[in-house]
């Protein structure tokens, strides 16, 4: 049941990680000399153009290099209020453009742009063992091998000194063994700490190091 838990929470965290891959439209519309052609994300290049459209999302990180608009970052950066931009201003692939065109120079593909590097930090952060969960590992490691010596101390005693026969033995042995066995001790810390991150992630929140979430419950000024 423990590791059903872990996979159904797991699961979870990977539905929300691809939320914010989803930020990402699919279409971008190329800028090819004076016409605008519509083309997959995928295959844009660092200094290609394009046009966003008031009401899309920007589908790659770029520089401004024409026109004005304000744009909501609030999916990225977590800031509520539009943010306007201009010519020379930088934006981040996955937010929304909201009033105005604007024209793009490509900066950042792939694993380069703002939005994979969140990804990629987010599972980065999920992979690492916080200080609770290594001190969680040492304990479990020791109550697991205390509940095999009393399982077979169990054992023993109902073989060597009952009546109650070999088989009867053995399943007190096995049900010890499952109950003292502390599994779930080992699976609370990932648990929590994949779906914190992933959810903190979806907010605008980036955690870099989880020693540093346990850490914050000490803190009395942001």
Known sequence: FGHWMEMRAVRRASSALNELIKLIPPKANLIQGSDVVEVETSTLKVGDRILVRPGDKLPIDGQ?????????????????????????????????????????????????????????????????KPRTQKLADRAATVLTISALLVGVATFIYWAEFSNEGVLFALTLTITVIVIACPHALGLAIPTVTTVATTLAAKHGMLVRDMEGVELARQLDYI
């Not at 024209?103 to 930090?121: E, N």
């Open 64 to 128: 401004v290099i024409s026109d004005e608009s304000n744009v909501n970052e609030s999916m990225i950066t977590g800031e509520s209020k539009p943010v306007g931009k201009q010519a020379g201003d930088q934006v981040i692939g996955g937010t929304i453009n909201l009033d105005g065109s604007l024209t793009v120079s490509v900066t950042k593909v792939g694993k380069d742009t703002a939005l994979q590097q969140i990804i990629a930090l987010v599972q980065q952060t999920q992979a690492s």
